[in-house]
């Protein structure tokens, strides 16, 4: 059995779990084994996860506010109780802090980061991103099967696997957790930085904050979420939790459009796994330039809100 | 307050990384190790902070090879008080953890941090399995910390936000931004570090789960496409066509 952590959030799916889930049934098909969705969060699954390839979906009540260690025992007691041979969770936040406490508690190893896998040596072999996404490296695991967390936006979500699931919901049982949350600040609003499919960036070259009201506006014309460099987020122009690169957020989204950032080696560190780069700057040595897919070299308050206007009238008539 | 601060050493961002014909190991020429920087940061000066507030000692710990002790200096030289290295070149996370919690197990440490990661392998692995393996609460990606008496607040990353916890010490955290501001060591302490202790502790035997079949680089990026600044149609038709975000 392959048991994968399901996080229901707001009431729909949470992508990462799809991810998640989407790696299960390849090493599913692999390995010929049936793959139980453990569902936790605040509500029952909003999609089919048989067609995501879950056998078996397990939803959890009472379980949208559990902490780390009684995760960990609701995880484990289920992998224990299954005979579950890899337990696949995503390294989201929720992730981070789990993952380990359950490879301990079940005496598995744990692959983190992980971006795919293939079995063209007869075992399944787990790929992850090292050296900041500067290379990747290649795992095997022992008999006993590991805890596998996958990198958020690592693995495109793949439906139509068409299987029939059995659903059941049960209760969480869970143990006293050893921490008191006393507050819970969720962020409203657009998705998390670290999952976004799209993401807008400005740098230095937007010279004052009053200037980002053109990069919200492709932002939301494009469905995106907004981020910054480091320096910008340094002068208070922007939130801290926009920050990427190597000190800030590692991200990778499958469009990322930086404006007005040089691309300096510590912000490409967070950014150069992006499927896409569009680099708008005015500097044609920006070193940026090199790792864009697309460039625009020009000035940014020009090409933005003419961009701007272009898209709105393309949206208009299609 | 007895406290414990692991650290690691990982290549600067800047490195420019490559591999042998095997494929399974790190070329070193012309790669420069730092100390990993969210240890420096943000998980040792709070610690340190705390030994100023409350008194006590900063112990700090690596998993490594002799050739780690410059990174160790550092972390003597920024304020810790004694440092311990167990010899071992770690295979993996596991080992790490498991090699920490042989040698915390004989101490009583109040509080044990960590970085939230390591910039070289990006996995945010040790420290949960090491609160695993100690059976000790963990804290993630902790931004704030303040200790009253044997409980600790803490400010920590949590899916869609953050959390304000309470947490009776003795405790596990891997540490982020925010939580202290960055000390450059001074010639003093530069001096002093050279006097304090490094112990070299042997390895217990730990059992590998997972194993490194080999290292991979990309592929090489396909050169950037250019379009004119007065050419916006191009770039909506792209965005439109190519990448399909509209
Ligand atoms: C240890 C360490 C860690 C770091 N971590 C991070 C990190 O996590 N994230 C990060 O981002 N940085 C990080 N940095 C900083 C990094 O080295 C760069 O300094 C930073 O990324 C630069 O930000 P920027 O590109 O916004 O600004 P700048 O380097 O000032 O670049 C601004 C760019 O805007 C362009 N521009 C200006 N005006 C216009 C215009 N009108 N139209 C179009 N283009 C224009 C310029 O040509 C220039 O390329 C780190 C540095 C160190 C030493
Ligand atoms: N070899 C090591 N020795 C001591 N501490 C380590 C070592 N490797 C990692 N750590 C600690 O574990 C944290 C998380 O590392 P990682 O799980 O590799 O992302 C680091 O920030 C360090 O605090």
């Known amino acids: 059995m392959i048991l994968v952590l399901t996080e229901i959030f707001h009431q729909q799916i949470k992508r990462t779990s799809l991810e998640s889930l989407t790696l299960a049934a390849q090493l599913a098909k692999a390995t010929g084994s049936k793959v139980k969705a453990l569902c936790i969060g605040d509500g029952t699954p909003s999609v089919d996860l048989g067609d995501y390839g879950a056998d078996e979906v397990v939803v959890i009540n009472d379980s949208a506010l559990l902490e780390n260690d009684q995760l960990c025992d609701l995880i484990c007691r289920t992998a224990t109780r299954d005979n579950a041979s890899y337990v696949i969770l995503s390294l989201n936040s929720t992730g981070k802090s789990t993952a380990g406490l359950v490879a301990a508690k079940l005496n598995k190893g744990l692959i983190s980061g992980v971006t795919g896998m293939n079995t063209d040596s007869g075992n399944p072999l787990f790929k992850k991103n090292v050296f900041s996404g500067k290379a990747s490296a290649w795992y095997s695991v022992d008999q006993h099967g590991a805890v596998v967390a996958t990198l958020p936006n690592g693995i495109s979500p793949v439906s139509g696997q068409g299987k029939q699931t059995s659903l059941s919901t049960s209760n969480s049982e869970c143990v006293t957790s050893k921490i008191k949350r006393l507050e819970r600040r969720l962020q409203a609003g657009k998705t998390p930085l670290a999952e976004a499919s ?121 | 307050m007895n406290l414990l601060v692991c650290i690691s050493k990982t290549p600067d961002t800047t490195s420019k990384i490559a591999f042998d014909a095997s494929g399974k190991k790190l070329l070193e020429d012309g790669v420069q190790f730092i100390l990993n920087p969210y240890d420096e940061w943000y998980a040792l000066v709070r610690a340190i902070e705390l030994k100023e507030q409350f008194g006590g000692q900063v112990d700090v710990i690596h998993v490594g090879e002799a050739s780690s002790e410059m990174i160790i200096r550092k972390a003597l030289a920024i304020g810790a008080d004694a440092a311990y290295r167990v010899d071992m070149t770690p295979a993996g996370s596991w080992d790490t953890a498991s090699q920490i ?5 004989t101490r009583n440490y109040d509080l044990i941090f960590l970085g939230k990661e390591t910039i070289d392998y990006n996995g945010s692995e040790v420290g949960s399995m090491l609160a695993g393996i100690l059976d000790l609460p963990y804290i993630a990606y902790a931004s704030k910390l303040t200790i009253n008496g044997q409980i600790a607040t803490l400010e920590s990353e949590i899916e869609g936000g953050i959390a304000v916890s309470e947490v009776n010490l003795p405790m596990v955290l891997s540490c982020a931004k925010g939580m202290a501001e960055q000390r450059i060591p001074n010639m003093m302490g530069i001096m002093n570090a050279k006097k304090k202790p490094l112990e070299v502790v042997s390895p217990t035997d730990v059992h590998q789960h997972i194993r490194l079949e080999r290292f991979e680089l990309p592929p090489a990026k396909s050169s950037v496409t250019m379009i004119a600044p007065d050419d916006i149609d191009k770039l909506v038709d792209i965005f439109h066509s190519d990448l399909k975000i509209i």
């Open chain 1, 198 to 318: 799209v993401v807008v960036s400005a740098g230095r070259g937007m010279k004052d904050p009053s200037n980002w009201g053109m990069i919200e506006e492709l932002s939301d014309i494009l469905g995106a979420t907004t981020a910054c460099s480091r320096p910008v987020a340094d002068a208070g122009w922007r939130p801290h939790h926009e920050h990427v690169g190597q000190t800030g957020l590692a991200i990778r989204p499958n469009v990322y459009v930086a404006i007005g950032i040089s691309g300096a080696i510590q912000h490409l560190a967070g950014v150069n796994n992006s499927r896409k780069i569009i680099v708008i700057n005015k500097d044609p040595e920006a070193p940026f330039f090199k790792a864009a897919d697309y460039g625009v070299c020009g000035d940014l308050f020009e090409i933005v809100p003419k961009l701007n206007e272009a898209l709105k009238n393309f949206k208009s008539k299609s």
């Open chain 2, 101 to 105: 919690a042989a040698f915390a197990k």
